[in-house]
């Protein structure tokens, strides 16, 4: 009964390949994330969904495209793949947002990415 | 330059030895402020947070939050093996419209190893 998971947990692919990564929550929270986790462990937020509504986009390709179908699930689709790609993204959950703070975010396990 | 700075270490310790993980801030809008620890191949987990200045003590770790110098450390006492991780410290500051907290600034994080 993990409360945050990934599929896949790794994933090894060509450039120029389109991927999707997919983030399942089953701790009733309004809020998911995605995150990217480069080689030197450097973690940076790149969307945010409240309610299944994207809150935060940050400055990442438009190659990579949020979606989600309900606000317990978010998946992240990569087109046209680039090593720079290579990374381990997060998913993450949390209760809600813009209550005063402190909301606590629960990790996945993450999916570790090879871009050949 | 980073918003958060973080030294990347790695840090090393025998057991039973205090240990003090920092990191440094430039965004003075941040007002919470988080530790969050990672095992290897795992998502990170929160361990602490804080809002504003001040201290927080919980077992064997204490939060510390220095808002004037924009300087919060962790201290782990009493370190055990079973501490070795990834310390990443976490801060987050209001949207625009001053309600979302969910956009956390992760720093690099710290390996500590702690040797029997």
């Known amino acids: 009964d993990t409360a945050v998971s990934q599929t896949p947990k790794y994933l090894v692919t060509q450039m120029g390949n389109d991927k999707s990564i997919k983030c399942e929550q089953n701790?009733?929270?309004?809020?998911m994330y995605w995150y990217k986790q480069d080689s030197k462990k450097f973690l940076k937020i790149m969307f945010s969904y409240n309610n299944k509504e994207l809150i935060i986009n940050e400055t990442v390709p438009n190659r990579f495209s949020p979606k989600s179908p309900d606000k317990a699930h978010l998946n992240l689709h990569i087109n046209s793949l680039e090593l720079g790609d290579s990374a381990v993204y997060f998913c993450a959950s949390s209760q809600t947002i813009g209550t005063g703070g402190g909301e606590t975010q629960y990790f996945g396990p993450g999916t570790r990415l090879l871009v050949l | 330059q980073k918003e958060v700075e973080q030294d990347p270490g790695p840090l090393s310790v025998p057991e039973g030895a205090i240990v003090s993980l920092n990191c440094t801030y430039s965004n003075s809008a941040f007002q919470y402020f988080m530790w969050y620890r990672q095992y290897s191949r795992k998502g990170p987990e929160l361990l602490m947070y804080?809002?504003?200045?001040g201290n927080k003590e919980d077992g064997r770790f204490t939060a510390q939050v220095d808002k004037s110098s924009k300087y919060i450390s962790l201290f782990i006492r009493d370190s055990q093996p079973s501490d070795s991780a990834t310390y990443l410290c976490a801060m987050s500051a209001p949207n625009a419209g001053g309600t979302s907290y969910g956009k956390l600034t992760f720093g690099q994080g710290t390996i500590l190893t702690v040797h029997p």
């Open positions: 701790l009733g929270h309004d809020t």
């Open positions: 804080t809002y504003s200045s």
